[in-house]
């Protein structure tokens, strides 16, 4: 089992900046690919960025593309979301999920773990 737990989430003007952590813990991080999503109210969950093992291969969601940069310490077991540029658009829980292979997925069947989320409102 793995547990993941997020943090950096709250409440930013529009153009401001967060950072996201997720900790991993209960077995090795090794080999997993890693993920974050979020899902704003009404609307299904979307992937945002992907990053595989040992952190070489990066994606993004369109919306996402050089406003958001995903990376990881992998001696920490951790995975960070740095979100700059902020829009009031990207108002949403923040999710972050491990898949259990090194390569990455952009879909969320492909994730085996997930954390329980983490808010994230930008106003205008």
């Known amino acids: 089992q793995v547990q993941l737990v997020e943090s950096g989430g709250g409440l930013v003007q529009a153009g401001g900046s967060l950072r996201l952590s997720c900790a991993a813990s209960g077995r090795s991080f090794r080999n997993f690919a890693m993920g974050w999503f979020r899902q704003a109210p009404g609307k299904e969950r979307e992937y945002v960025a992907t990053?595989?093992?040992?952190?070489?291969?990066?994606r993004y969601a369109e919306r996402a593309k050089g406003r958001f940069t995903i990376s990881r310490d992998n001696p920490k077991n951790t995975v960070y979301l740095q979100m700059d540029s902020l829009r009031p658009d990207d108002t949403a829980v923040y999710y972050c999920?491990?898949?259990?292979?090194?390569?990455?997925?952009?879909?969320?069947?492909?994730?085996?773990?997930w954390g329980q989320g983490t808010q994230v409102t930008v106003s205008s």
């Open positions: 999920a491990a898949r259990s292979a090194p390569t990455a997925s952009t879909r969320e069947e492909g994730y085996d773990y």
């Open positions: 990053i595989n093992w040992p952190g070489g291969l990066t």
